[in-house]
T-cell receptor
Framework: DTAVSQTPKYLVTQMGNDKSIKCEQN?????MYWYKQDSKKFLKIMFS???????INETVPNRFSPKSPDKAHLNLHINSLELGDSAVYFC????????????FGDGTRLSIL | GENVEQHPSTLSVQEGDSAVIKCTYS??????FPWYKQELGKRPQLIID?????GEKKDQRIAVTLNKTAKHFSLHITETQPEDSAVYFC???????????FGTGTSLTVIP
C-alpha cells in the first residue's frame, strides 16, 4: 500500500491554465505538507496543515491555494499557471507538527508549455 | 528562523571508499536532525535520524554524528556502493518550530 499518494504523477499544461494536484495519506498522520523542488533540487516548503488547519504559509503567490477536506487529504490548486511554476511538487505527512519523520509522496512533475 | 547549510554540494567517491556530508544549523533550539536520500526521479526517503540527546547513531553502513556545541551534524557512509549514488538532504527541526529546515542537498556519485 502506498503511504502517501499523489495524483497525477505528470502534468503538462499551457501557461495560464488552472490545475489541481491531489494528495492522500493512509498513515493516520495529522500533519501534511506541500513542497516545491526546482531544477536545482532545493526542497522548499510551501504549505503545512495540522488537523485541517493551515499552520505554514510560506511566501507563495496567492495563485496557489491549498485545501484540506480532512486530515488524510491535502490538495493543491494552482491558478493562472506560469512558466516558473514548472517543478516537481511533493506532498508529505507526519505525526505531529515537528520533530517527527516526514513521509513523502512520489511527486508530481508539472511542466508548463 | 533556522538556517541549515550543507556541504559539499557534489561529492564523488570510488566504490568502497567512505563518504561524509556535513551540515551546520543556527538555532540552538533545534533538536531533531533527519537525513533523506533521493534517488533520481524518486521521492526523498528517510534513511537515518538523530535527536539531540545522543551524539551518534549507526545503521549498518550509515552513521550520523551530532555536535550540539558546534551546531553541526554529519552523515557518514562507509563501504560505498553504486546504489548509494543519490542526492542527500539534511534537515533540522525543533519542538517549538513547525517545520523542517532542509539543507541544499549533496549529490553523491559512487564510481564503480
Amino acid at each position: 500500500d502506498t503511504a502517501v499518494s499523489q495524483t497525477p504523477k505528470y502534468l503538462v499544461t499551457q501557461m495560464g491554465n488552472d490545475k489541481s494536484i491531489k494528495c492522500e495519506q493512509n498513515l493516520g498522520h495529522d500533519t501534511m505538507y506541500w513542497y516545491k523542488q526546482d531544477s536545482k533540487k532545493f526542497l522548499k516548503i510551501m504549505f503545512s496543515y495540522n488537523n485541517k488547519e493551515l499552520i505554514i504559509n510560506e511566501t507563495v503567490p496567492n495563485r496557489f491555494s491549498p485545501k484540506s477536506p480532512d486530515k488524510a487529504h491535502l490538495n493543491l490548486h494552482i491558478n493562472s499557471l506560469e512558466l516558473g511554476d514548472s517543478a516537481v511538487y511533493f506532498c508529505a505527512s507526519s505525526q505531529g507538527i515537528s520533530n517527527q519523520p516526514q513521509h513523502f509522496g512520489d511527486g508530481t512533475r508539472l511542466s508548463i508549455l | 528562523g533556522e538556517n541549515v547549510e550543507q556541504h559539499p554540494s557534489t561529492l564523488s567517491v570510488q566504490e568502497g571508499d567512505s563518504a561524509v556530508i556535513k551540515c551546520t544549523y543556527s538555532d540552538s533550539a533545534s533538536n531533531y536532525f533527519p537525513w533523506y536520500k533521493q534517488e533520481l526521479g524518486k521521492r526523498p526517503q528517510l534513511i537515518i535520524d538523530i535527536r539531540s540527546n545522543v551524539g551518534e547513531k549507526k545503521d549498518q553502513r550509515i552513521a550520523v554524528t551530532l555536535n550540539k556545541t558546534a551546531k553541526h551534524f554529519s552523515l557518514h557512509i562507509t563501504e560505498t556502493q553504486p546504489e548509494d549514488s543519490a542526492v542527500y538532504f539534511c534537515a533540522a527541526s525543533s519542538n517549538t518550530g513547525n517545520q523542517f529546515y532542509f539543507g541544499t542537498g549533496t549529490s553523491l556519485t559512487v564510481i564503480p
